[in-house]
């Protein structure tokens, strides 16, 4: 794999640091470290260029709340002036090297990609009945959390040979235990910790039907056997390979008994249906007559599935 380089000078560059500022601020013109930035945003964008330049950026203190919907984790937050407009510097370099890394079965933090398009591709494949009559699903257990500091790192001295760009990279990843959820790059990071094992599932293991969403995996076949080899073989690449584990909850069934929940849908071969806990919580939400913007949220996600008759029940009540 080629491995690229002299790519620290274009990241802290004036012109791209005024271009992660803006990218940054979309949406969140009124959050109080934004204001703040933009009281004084030429002089900041040019101490950021200096410190970067003279390597004295160091991340600054976490944020650390708790979140509690879909469910309870610790979500880090950095300030918005150094750190963010950081970040989106990086990644206005470095994305479209990670996207020619990422294979075409990984949908999450990916322009063009995401949940409904994971969703679609599962429902391709289903058409397959033959072909997919057993579904293996498993998905990591704390994944962001359990990541491995100096495997990432690895990883990316496997792509990246600039000195200086690795050097801002290990102080990131360095400034909290795991990867912090919530920090801007760690769902790069995560995706690109795992994009090896993605092209061994595909390349060595010759997986035809593969999905995956952050640590959500989905694996389809006509074998149930096949299938208790590879989740074999999965646990032993983690082990060894990446220091992480298969949450005990993992899963071998036949599609037909019960469906492939993923990504907020329920998919069976003939139709696809809203995951029950979504359901619930759109019904909660309607009963507290919301503003239209919540109704639109949740409409967005029943529309790409069978769910006439839910939307009916729910939005004549």
Not at 147 to 168: A, C, E
Not at 312 to 317: D, H, I, N, Q
């Amino acid at each position: 794999m080629k491995r690229v380089g002299n790519m620290y000078q274009q990241i802290i560059s004036v012109e791209n640091l005024i271009e992660a500022d803006g990218k940054a601020q979309k949406g969140k013109s009124n959050q109080y470290g934004v204001v703040r930035h933009n009281r004084n945003p030429d002089q900041n964008i040019w101490d950021l260029h200096k410190m970067l330049r003279d390597k004295n950026y160091k991340t600054s203190n976490y944020d650390v709340f708790k979140v509690y919907e879909p469910k309870e984790r610790e979500v880090f937050r950095l300030p918005y002036f150094p750190d963010r407009i950081t970040h989106h510097a990086i990644m206005n370099v470095l994305e479209p090297i990670f996207l020619k890394v990422f294979t075409s079965d990984s949908y999450s933090c990916i322009k063009g990609k995401g949940i409904h398009a994971a969703s679609f591709a599962v429902r391709k494949a289903l058409k397959n009945v033959e072909g997919t009559k057993y579904c293996l699903k498993l998905d990591i257990r704390k994944f962001y959390p359990n990541i491995d500091h100096d495997i990432l790192k690895s990883h990316l001295r496997r792509k990246f040979k600039d000195k200086d760009l690795l050097w801002l990279l290990d102080e990131i990843i360095d400034s909290a235990p795991g990867l912090p959820i919530g920090n801007y790059l760690s769902q790069y990071f995560a995706n690109f910790y795992l994009t090896y094992f993605d092209h061994w599932i595909k390349e060595y293991l010759k997986v035809k039907y593969y999905f995956r969403y952050a640590d959500d995996i989905v694996i389809l076949s006509n074998d149930k056997g096949n299938l208790q080899q590879i989740l074999k073989a999965i646990k032993e690449y983690f082990e060894l390979q990446l220091k992480l584990e298969v949450k005990d909850n993992w899963q071998i069934f036949p599609v037909e008994s019960r469906g492939i929940d993923f990504v907020g849908y329920v998919h069976f071969h003939t139709h696809t249906l809203l995951r029950k806990s979504i359901k619930k919580r759109f019904a909660r939400m309607l009963k507290r007559k919301p503003k239209r913007e919540s109704i639109a949220s949740y409409y967005g996600w029943a529309k790409h599935c069978n769910s006439k008759h839910l939307l009916k029940k729910l939005l004549l009540k």
